[in-house]
């Protein structure tokens, strides 16, 4: 067990419908990252929140967005959702913003779109 | 285009003998790299670690080699045991020039008995 939860596990839905996935880091841990998994492909880092501030943003389409609360906790919000938007989204934390910090990974939310 | 490639999808190896997973990659600016393993329904978890100013790390049964030159990692697993089956992703990071983990794709490690 890493520490990280993460919730819903699965979650399925439809085209053109908005979700959100919320994450809860480590204990201590400030930096929230997130990444979406596509089959058979790798993991794909989408943002990185540090502290309830933006540090990163990688490949996130513009009807994805995230936020991190001041209880550190985060929630990724997907709309307009499309069938690629199916995968598995982690989460991870970190202790610091990042570096050569190791990132430890929740257990993963499987989105379906129908 | 990928920035960090591992090239064999899946690799079978007996239990015992030595498994050498490989990854490569095309920045130059990357300087810190990881192995995780992901087993089936879990998040993936961190296995070992390399600053690009060494070329080589050793944890256990597991170790790390870095050829910068040829902008080339590998895993060595020694001995292969059947519990480290799973999918292993090699990871990259530029941090000081703003890039952020870059996974590859992954190498599903069979270790049969």
């Known amino acids: 067990d890493s520490g990280v939860t993460q919730t819903p596990k699965h979650l399925i839905t439809a085209t053109g419908q908005r979700v959100t996935l919320r994450c809860s880091p480590r204990s201590g841990d400030l930096s929230v990252y997130w990444y979406q998994q596509s089959l058979d492909q790798g993991l794909q880092f989408l943002i990185q929140?540090?502290?309830?501030?933006?540090?990163a943003k990688g490949n996130i389409l513009e009807r994805f967005s995230a936020q991190q609360f001041p209880d550190l906790h985060s929630e990724l919000n997907l709309s307009s959702l499309e069938l690629g938007d199916s995968a598995l989204y982690f989460c991870?934390?970190?202790?610091?913003?990042?570096?050569?910090?190791?990132?430890?990974f929740g257990p993963g939310t499987r989105l379906t779109v129908l | 285009d990928q920035q960090v490639k591992q090239n064999s999808p899946s690799l079978s190896v007996q239990e015992g003998r030595i498994s050498i997973l490989n990854c490569d990659y095309t920045n130059s600016m990357f300087d810190y790299f990881l192995w995780y393993k992901k087993y089936p329904a879990e998040g993936p978890t961190f296995l070992i670690s390399?600053?690009?100013?060494?070329d080589k790390n050793e944890d256990g049964r597991f170790t790390v080699f870095l050829n910068k030159s040829a902008k080339h990692l590998s895993l060595h697993i020694v001995p292969s045991q059947p519990g480290d089956s799973a999918v292993y992703f090699c990871?990259?990071?530029?941090?000081?020039?703003?890039?952020?983990?870059?996974f590859g794709p992954g190498t599903r490690l069979s270790v049969l008995p």
């Open positions: 990871a990259a990071s530029a941090w000081n020039y703003g890039q952020n983990f870059v």
């Open positions: 991870a934390s970190s202790p610091r913003a990042g570096g050569e910090d190791t990132q430890y």
């Open positions: 390399i600053s690009s100013i060494k």
């Open positions: 929140y540090y502290n309830g501030e933006e540090r």
